[in-house]
């Protein structure tokens, strides 16, 4: 076999001519499209973060200061106490859902709730307040994000305390029924009678309602108590024995 020349040699050791006109436009466009996901991935879980943790802290640190000031209201002789006040009416507890104490104001619209508070049904059914006798207390509270008072709701069980603390009284609520689904435009179960709960006469009941599942609004999930005795508030703010 003959031996190659130089110029044979000298061309089979350069590098191949470049494309003239850059990348091909299909990697171009891929490269592209991959850049767009990345930062729509970003922005997403920038949006989640937000949604599920940065507005529990905005709502919470909301929360914790109107509440100091219905406290010092009390703590000052001047109300609300037991008067529907803009401030406050007073705090609920729910030990089962591990959310310390939660004020309670009127209206249920969602501006009201983000700020880490619940709030008593002016709308589509009027609520009772806890000292209306008979009547139904009823309450909402966002699940997920701005605060997330109700977000362990699933927590509570037949049998269960739930606790309500106005300036002079402690109003003792015992869960009696669950509903873990409803639709959200059931509006039977915030009846002052709540039929749906298998009460048939007036009492003195407590109805939490919040959405679900977890992490949507399709539903509402729904929880029941009756009062089982009221406590008049001593100088210390003693707190009833559910509360220990």
């Not at 362990?152 to 269960?160: E, F, H, L, S």
Request: hydrophobic content about 35%.
């Amino acid at each position: 076999m003959a031996a190659r020349t130089e110029h044979e040699v000298r061309n089979s050791n350069s590098a191949p001519p470049a494309r003239r006109g850059g990348r091909h436009p299909v990697a171009t466009a891929v490269s592209i499209f991959g850049e767009l996901l990345i930062t729509a991935g970003l922005v997403l879980g920038l949006f989640v973060v937000y949604s599920l943790w940065w507005t529990n802290v905005l709502a919470d640190r909301a929360a914790d200061k109107q509440g100091n000031t219905v406290r010092d209201h009390w703590a000052e002789a001047r109300g609300p106490g037991a008067l529907d006040t803009k401030d406050g009416i007073g705090f609920l507890h729910v030990p089962a859902m591990r959310n310390g104490e939660v004020l309670v104001k009127k209206g249920t619209t969602t501006k009201s709730l983000n700020d880490g508070i619940a709030g008593y049904y002016t709308d589509p059914v009027k609520s009772a307040l806890p000292w209306d006798e008979p009547g139904n207390f009823t309450l909402a509270a966002h699940r997920d994000g701005h605060g997330a008072k109700f977000h362990n709701i699933d927590k509570v069980k037949t049998g269960d305390s739930v606790v309500f603390e106005t300036k002079n009284t402690w109003y003792v609520y015992k869960v009696y029924k669950k509903l873990p689904e409803t639709s959200k435009y059931n509006v039977d179960v915030i009846q002052p009678v709540p039929k749906d709960s298998g009460v048939k006469k007036p009492g003195r009941y407590i109805t939490l309602t919040t959405c679900t599942p977890v992490y949507t609004s399709k539903y509402r999930y729904i929880v029941w108590g009756e009062l089982v005795r009221t406590e008049k508030v001593d100088r210390d703010r003693t707190k009833p024995v559910e509360l220990r």
